[in-house]
T-cell receptor
């Protein structure tokens, strides 16, 4: 079974802090994704990566950056956290190809105070 | 652009009732894939099913069944004889063309009570 592990289930940070959310997958997947989930809005794609050191903006990249130095690890960075970034963050990975399903981690519930 | 609409925000049923979750999609691509995911209270999205645009056969897996109709751009999900463990948020999603990106609907929260 694919395992996608997010480093924290719950995280509380302060406005203006630099925040790192980490995600690791163990199935050698090429693609990795970061979403945020908000009530009534479903899941929205922030960034994704289709290879090491490669990244593409999703639908809502503003205020975020990402890093993928190794194939198994994909980090989401909030450069200067703001209260409107309080949300549930979900990481996913998949093999390449539109037929492939994405496999998700348990999510990180991030609160910015 | 791709779009997925799940018009039902929340559904409540009593255990053993049948329930259908609606999903309507929009895409201009002729090749696309549709997915359903379940998100239980624990938070992790669990992949349930994938359907490609060239296969309109309905599928049944235990108490779950899916009805794909290209004519109405719908991919509906039915749970027969619902159980409390079916309580979750269910998401319909679309991948179109050669993209690896998923477009999600806003989800339907299903509450099954005794």
């Amino acid at each position: 079974d694919v395992k996608v592990t997010q480093s924290s289930r719950y995280l509380v940070k302060r406005t203006g802090e630099k925040v790192f959310l980490e995600c690791v997958q163990d199935m050698d997947h090429e693609n990795m994704f970061w979403y945020r989930q908000d009530p009534g809005l479903g899941l929205r794609l922030i960034y994704f990566s289709y290879d090491v050191k490669m990244k593409e903006k999703g639908d809502i990249p503003e205020g975020y950056s990402v890093s993928r130095e190794k194939k198994e690890r994909f980090s989401l960075i909030l450069e200067s956290a703001s209260t409107n970034q309080t949300s549930m963050y979900l990481c996913a990975s998949s093999l390449t190809g539109s037929v492939q399903p994405q496999h998700f981690g348990d999510g990180t519930r991030l609160s910015i105070l | 652009a791709q779009k997925v609409t799940q018009a039902q925000t929340e559904i409540s049923v009593v255990e053993k009732e049948d329930v259908t979750l609606d999903c309507v999609y929009e895409t201009r691509d002729t090749t696309y894939y549709l997915f359903w995911y379940k998100q239980p209270p624990s938070g992790e999205l669990v992949f349930l099913i994938r359907r490609n645009s060239f296969d309109e056969q309905n599928e049944i897996s235990g108490r779950y069944s899916w009805n794909f109709q290209k004519s109405t751009s719908s991919f509906n999900f039915t749970i027969t004889a619902s159980q409390v463990v079916d309580s979750a948020v269910y998401f319909c999603a679309l991948k179109a063309g050669t993209a690896s990106k998923l477009t999600f609907g806003t989800g339907t929260r299903l509450q099954v009570t005794l």
